[in-house]
């Protein structure tokens, strides 16, 4: 069974403060990684996948699957940043159909 | 166009009431998605469809009735809810659901209260 925990709900940070959310997985075959960003009022959105090994507002994640984690990194969070940020997989076995998110971190970025 | 359109925004219904969700996308996409969200959690996937085909259905009541009538639109249609129904109902697509590489795309959802 695929599964994705994110130890932490809640996450206060300063304003130019480093930010590292943490995601963990359980998953026995080939996963794909994604963390998604849920905005107030806003839908939810794609931050960034694994594959794609790009950063995204300043944010990066390295898929390390020696400890099955996906943390979500950035060396200077702004306010902006605040958000419902989760972590998700899917996998080969599959076909990418099934999405399971973790529990999800609510960011906060203080002035 | 690239959003995934849900109507309506909100909905207020009784338990004897029979209403329906709709979904539409633009996009080319092939696979659609209902997702449940309760306040405070992550979404859980309700169903998948594949090429206008069913492919997941995650053990969902019968109260809850899809269909993709086509390729850009997805209902999902509701009767005798109960309470505990109320959630968003998101509603997502990708452009295919046989890789692991494709991106789900949100709609913004349909908050339903069920009285």
């Known amino acids: 069974a695929q599964r994705v925990t994110q130890p932490e709900k809640l996450l206060s940070v300063f304003k130019g403060a480093p930010v590292e959310l943490k995601c963990n997985y359980s998953?026995?075959?080939?996963?794909?990684l994604f963390w998604y960003v849920q905005y107030s009022r806003q839908r939810l959105q794609l931050l960034l996948r694994?594959?794609s090994r790009e950063s995204i507002k300043g944010f990066t994640a390295d898929l390390n699957k020696g400890e099955t984690s996906f943390h979500l990194k950035k060396p200077f969070a702004q306010e902006e940043d605040s958000a419902m940020y989760y972590c998700a997989l899917t996998s080969k076995e599959t076909s990418g159909s099934r999405l399971t998110f973790g529990e999800g971190t609510q960011l906060t970025v203080n002035p | 166009d690239t959003e995934v359109t849900q109507t309506p925004k909100h909905l207020v219904m009784g338990m004897t009431n029979k209403k329906s969700l709709k979904c539409e996308q633009h996009m080319g996409h092939r696979a659609m998605y209902w997702y449940k969200q309760k306040a405070k959690k992550p979404p859980e996937l309700m169903f998948v469809y594949s090429y206008e085909k069913l492919s997941i259905n995650e053990s969902v009541p019968s109260r809850f009735s899809p269909e993709c009538p086509n390729s850009s639109l997805l209902n999902l249609h509701l009767h005798a809810l109960q309470p505990e129904d109320s959630a968003l109902y998101l509603c997502a697509s990708s452009l295919s659901g046989r890789t692991v590489k494709n991106i789900q795309y949100f709609g913004a959802g349909t908050r339903l209260s069920v009285l």
């Open positions: 998953y026995s075959g080939s996963p794909e």
């Open positions: 694994h594959i």
